[in-house]
């Protein structure tokens, strides 16, 4: 029975430590703010951008394929018109 007893003080004891910790460190209860508000904010503003970097580059690469594909890829070769010495008149 002793020994539980001595757990339940050295747990008050570190909890109460933590809680004296925190309060120095970060200031009063009211005063704080829970890191969860900013780090979501965070998360869905590096989402937002990651999304309309990949519009971007997608509407590039389309607007790029329609046009090229009008123009061929392999050169043609230009013809040139035959000269009056070259047909024999």
Do not use: W
């Not at 109460?16 to 009211?30: E, P, S």
């Not at 389309?62 to 890829?73: E, Q, S, V």
Request: aromatic share 2%; charged share 15%.
């Amino acid at each position: 029975m002793a020994r539980v007893t001595d757990d339940v003080r050295v747990e008050s004891v570190v909890t109460h430590h933590k809680r004296l910790q925190q309060t120095l460190l970060l200031g009063a209860v009211g005063q704080r703010r829970v890191v969860d508000d900013g780090v979501r904010s965070v998360i869905v503003s590096v989402v937002l951008a990651a999304v309309a970097c990949a519009g971007c580059v997608g509407y590039a690469f389309i607007a790029n394929t329609l046009a090229t594909a009008g123009t061929p890829t392999l050169p043609i070769a230009s013809v040139t018109p035959a000269t009056p010495s070259e047909t024999g008149r």
